[in-house]
Antibody, heavy 117, light 112 residues
Framework: QVQLQESGPGLVKPSETLSLTCTVS????????WMWIRQPPGKGLEWIGY???????NYNPSLKSRVTISVDTSKNQFSLNVSSVTAADTAVYYC???????????WGQGTVVTVSS | QSVLTQPPSASGTPGQRVTISCSGS????????VNWYQQLPGTAPKLLIY???QRPSGVPDRFSGSKSGTSASLAISGLQSEDEADYYC?????????????FGTGTKVTIL
């Protein structure tokens, strides 16, 4: 059974860097594409970007200047960094697996990140 | 930033059929397959329909998807109380900056 679990600080100060990790169990990270998605309170879903096990990435242009996604194949994990955060980055952050053609079939439970001083 | 447009709400009584539309453009729905997600209150989204009209294992056949041109739709027949949720369409968009995954604006389904 494939499972994803997000982890990281729930509170980040403005202008600092948000860092989250997604741990994959039941599947090798050396297959499929791996996603980050977020959802601000009371709003819709926003795709942040993806990574492949080779390190190849693609980001949402609206966040590209502040986002970095990396992978650690030895730990079966991938990570998200968002720099220079503001209150607008407050959201539930999800990691997910792309089973192909943009079908995100496995999602983590999500982690709440609040940007506040 | 959503480029896929959905009605904000839809409703029906138990047993009825509800249809949700998703309008896009030639660079997304017109060029790529459409997926649908169901998000129950307080939970992560769940893949409901993939590749326009395919159901993952475990999804009831009450849910069906279709696509025509630059639009897609999700139909829920035999509406049940547990179907009360938010529904999102999604697709890859062949933007000039590279592949961009776009979600719809979301539709809240209410059971009357």
């Amino acid at each position: 059974q494939v499972q994803l679990q997000e982890s990281g600080p729930g509170l980040v100060k403005p202008s600092e860097t948000l860092s989250l990790t997604c741990t994959v169990s039941g599947d090798s990270i050396s297959s499929n594409y791996w996603m980050w998605i977020r959802q601000p309170p009371g709003k819709g879903l926003e795709w942040i970007g993806y990574i492949y096990h080779t390190g190849s990435t693609n980001y949402n242009p609206s966040l590209k200047s502040r986002v970095t996604i990396s992978v650690d194949t030895s730990k079966n994990q991938f990570s998200l960094n968002v720099s220079s955060v503001t209150a607008a980055d407050t959201a539930v952050y999800y990691c997910a697996r792309d089973a192909g053609y943009g079908a995100f079939d496995i999602w983590g439970q999500g982690t709440v990140v609040t940007v506040s001083s | 930033q959503s480029v896929l447009t959905q009605p904000p709400s839809a409703s029906g009584t138990p047993g009825q059929r509800v249809t949700i539309s998703c309008s896009g453009s030639s660079s997304n729905i017109g060029s790529n397959t459409v997926n649908w997600y169901q998000q129950l209150p307080g939970t992560a989204p769940k893949l409901l329909i993939y590749s326009n009209n395919q159901r993952p294992s475990g999804v009831p056949d009450r849910f069906s998807g279709s696509k025509s041109g630059t639009s897609a739709s999700l139909a829920i027949s035999g509406l049940q109380s547990e179907d009360e949720a938010d529904y999102y369409c999604a697709a890859w968009d062949d933007s000039l900056n590279g592949p961009l995954y776009v979600f719809g604006t979301g539709t809240k389904v209410t059971i009357l």
